[in-house]
C-alpha cells in the first residue's frame, strides 16, 4: 500500500476521510480542504487501529459507498472511529453504517415507508444543531443532494433528528454529546446548497480546526521536507511542459537551487512554440539547469509505419525512457527523481475498489523510470489536487499563462492523428491547431474549456477552393469540460464561431479542406481519440 500515512502535515489541523466507496468522495476533501483544513482519504479497510490513531485527527468524515449496510459482508468502520472522542460526520452510507454499528437500526428499500431519493430532494429542518448553525434554520425547506436506496428507522441512543425529507424521516441526525453527526444527503455536491458550509461548520466549529492550512504554508513545509529528504545529493525531474511537472521542478528548485537539472525530452510530437516556451520558463526566467534534448528525429523514424494508437503509445514509451536515461547519465551521480504525481493517482493506486480493471489507453508519463533506474522518488505534490497544484504554482509566482494551460498528453500530436504519423501531418496539425486555440483565446473561452484540440483524420475528402477541385485531410475539432479527465462533455461553441474557425483553417492551413466539431462526451468516448 502506498504510504499514505507519511504525506501527514504537522504542524496543521487534519480530517481523515474514511473511503467506503462513494464516486464522489474526493468531493468532501476537496470542500474541507477549501476551509483551509488539510485531510486525507484512506480506504476504509486499509486504515487500522494504531494507524487513525497515529494521524491524530481532529475528526473523523465517513463517506457514501455503493453498498448496503444490510449486505452480509457490508463494509463497515473500524470501532476505534468511535472510541477515540473525536466528532464523526457520517454522510450516506456513511450515516447508515454508523447508525447499525452504534446499536441502531437500516431499513431496505423494500420495506421502507418513504422511497428511493436520487438527485434532487429537500429536507425540512426541525431542530437546531451546530453544523446548520447560520447556515439552515429551523423550520427551514432546504435543497440538498440524494443517492439512496436503504435509510436509517431507528436511532442509537443519545440522536435526535435535526431535519427529515419525504424519503428519510432521518435526513440530519446528531448526538450532540459524543458529537456525532449524519446525513443521508451527500453535502459535497454543489446541488446541496450551502453544503460547503455544513461541512465547514463540522470541521472549524466542531472539531475546532482552525482553517490555517494555504498554499503558502504548503509550500513552505514542502520546502523544508524536500531539503530535509534529499540532503546534499543530485535530483533530476523530467519536465513536460504540463502544470504538474512544471510546478515540481519550480518547488524543487525552490528548496534545493542548482542540485535540481531538469530534463525536457523534444519529441518531435510537440505542439508548435511548446519547447521554445519551456526553455525559456526553465532557462532564462527561472535559470533552472535544463538539458533540452532533441529526439525528433529518433521519435518519427521510430513511429515510421506504425498506425495501431496501443503501438504508438507504447514505442514512444520505450523511446522516451532510452532518452531520458541517457540524459540522466550525464547528470553524474543523481539519486533523486521527482514527480508530478497528483493525490488522486495516490487514492486511485490504493482505492480498494481498485483502478479501471480493463486497460482503455496505456498512458504514458514518466511513472515507469524509477524502478529501471534505480533512483528514488521525491514527490513533493501527492497531496494535491489538480487546482491545488494550479494554486501552488501561484504561490510560487509562476506566470498565470503557464498555469493555466490546457493539459497536454504525454504522447503528444501522435494521439491526435490517427494512421501513420509523418513530418508533413504534423506540420498541418500543429497550424490547425495553433489556428483554433488563437480563436478560443480571441474569444475569451480559452479557461472556460479544460482541453481543446484539432486531431488530423486519416481521410481526404473532395471539395471545391476557387474553381479547382481539392482533394485534402479532414481535421476535426475537440473542446471538453471536464474537472479531473475522467469524465467530460463536449463545449457547446456558439455556430458562429465553429464557422470563424471553419473558414480560417480552410484558407490558412494548406492541407485541409474539410472541418467537423466532435460532439462525443466521455464515456462513452475519451477525450483524446486514441
Ligand atoms: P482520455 O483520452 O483518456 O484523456 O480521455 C484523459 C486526459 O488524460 C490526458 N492523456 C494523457 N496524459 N499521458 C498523459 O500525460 C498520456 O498518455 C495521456 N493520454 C491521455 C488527456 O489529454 C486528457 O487530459
Known amino acids: 500500500m502506498a504510504d499514505l500515512a507519511g504525506a501527514a502535515q504537522p504542524s496543521h489541523d487534519h480530517i481523515l476521510i474514511l473511503d467506503f466507496g462513494s464516486q464522489v468522495t474526493q468531493l468532501i476533501a476537496r470542500r474541507v480542504r477549501e476551509s483551509g483544513v ?57 450515516q447508515q453504517t454508523m447508525v447499525q454499528q452504534l446499536g441502531g437500526r437500516v431499513e431496505g428499500l423494500e420495506k421502507s415507508s418513504g422511497g428511493r431519493e436520487f438527485g434532487r430532494a429537500f429536507v425540512d429542518v426541525i431542530d437546531h444543531s451546530s453544523i446548520t448553525a447560520g447556515v439552515w434554520d429551523k423550520g427551514a425547506h432546504e435543497q440538498v443532494w440524494m443517492s439512496h436506496g436503504d435509510h436509517v ?53 466542531v472539531c475546532g480546526c482552525s482553517g490555517d492550512w494555504t498554499m503558502q504554508s504548503f509550500r513552505e513545509e514542502s520546502i523544508a521536507k524536500i531539503r530535509a529528504q534529499v540532503g546534499d545529493a543530485k535530483v533530476i525531474c523530467g519536465l513536460s511542459g504540463g502544470v504538474d511537472s512544471s510546478v515540481t521542478a519550480v518547488l524543487l528548485h525552490e528548496a534545493i537551487g542548482d542540485q535540481l537539472t531538469c530534463i525536457y525530452v523534444d519529441t518531435g510530437l510537440m505542439r508548435a512554440g511548446e519547447s521554445e516556451q519551456v526553455v525559456s520558463l526553465f532557462r532564462d526566467h527561472y535559470n533552472i539547469p535544463l538539458i533540452h534534448e532533441d529526439a525528433s528525429e529518433k521519435f518519427l523514424s521510430g513511429l515510421e509505419g506504425t498506425a495501431d494508437p496501443e503501438m504508438k503509445r507504447k514505442l514512444i514509451g520505450t523511446m522516451f525512457i532510452e532518452v531520458f536515461e541517457n540524459c540522466a547519465k550525464r547528470v553524474g551521480g543523481a539519486k533523486f527523481l521527482a514527480q508530478g504525481t497528483l493525490y488522486p493517482d495516490v487514492i486511485e493506486s490504493v482505492s480498494f475498489t481498485g483502478g479501471p480493471s480493463v486497460t482503455i489507453k496505456s498512458h504514458h508519463n514518466v511513472g515507469g523510470l524509477p524502478e529501471k533506474m534505480d533512483l528514488k522518488l521525491v514527490e513533493p505534490m501527492r497531496e494535491l489536487f489538480k487546482d491545488e497544484v494550479r494554486d501552488l504554482g501561484r504561490a510560487l509566482g509562476m506566470p498565470e499563462e503557464f498555469i493555466r494551460r490546457h493539459p497536454f498528453p504525454g504522447p503528444g500530436l501522435a494521439i491526435r492523428m490517427p494512421g501513420e504519423i509523418t513530418a508533413e501531418k504534423l506540420e498541418i496539425l500543429r497550424k490547425a491547431d495553433t489556428v483554433y486555440l488563437d480563436e478560443i483565446k480571441k474569444s475569451g473561452l480559452y479557461d472556460e474549456i479544460w482541453q481543446a484540440f484539432a486531431v488530423l483524420l486519416p481521410v481526404r475528402s473532395v471539395g471545391v477552393m476557387g474553381d479547382s477541385r481539392t482533394y485534402e485531410y479532414v481535421c476535426a475539432l475537440r473542446a471538453v469540460t471536464s474537472t479531473d479527465g475522467m469524465t467530460a462533455d463536449y463545449y457547446p461553441f456558439e455556430h458562429e464561431f465553429l464557422s470563424r474557425v471553419s473558414t480560417r483553417l480552410i484558407n490558412e492551413v494548406q492541407g485541409i479542406n474539410r472541418v467537423t466539431y466532435d460532439i462525443t462526451s466521455k464515456p462513452p468516448g475519451t477525450i483524446e481519440w486514441e
Open 38 to 94: 488539510y485531510c486525507e482519504i484512506w480506504p476504509f479497510n486499509q486504515a487500522d487501529d494504531a494507524r487513525i490513531r497515529s494521524f491524530n485527527p481532529k475528526g473523523i468524515i465517513l463517506s457514501g459507498g455503493p453498498r448496503s449496510v444490510l449486505d452480509e459482508d457490508a463494509p463497515s468502520a473500524p470501532s476505534v472511529v468511535f472510541e477515540m472522542g473525536v466528532p464523526v460526520f457520517g454522510i450516506c452510507y456513511g
Open 153 to 205: 428507522a431507528d436511532l442509537p441512543e443519545g440522536f435526535r433528528v435535526i431535519a427529515k425529507s419525504e424519503g428519510a424521516p432521518y435526513a440530519f441526525i446528531a448526538d450532540t454529546g459524543r458529537k456525532f453527526y449524519g446525513v443521508q444527503f451527500h453535502p459535497e455536491v454543489v446541488h446541496t446548497l450551502n453544503g460547503k458550509d455544513l461541512l465547514k461548520n463540522f470541521t472549524h466549529e
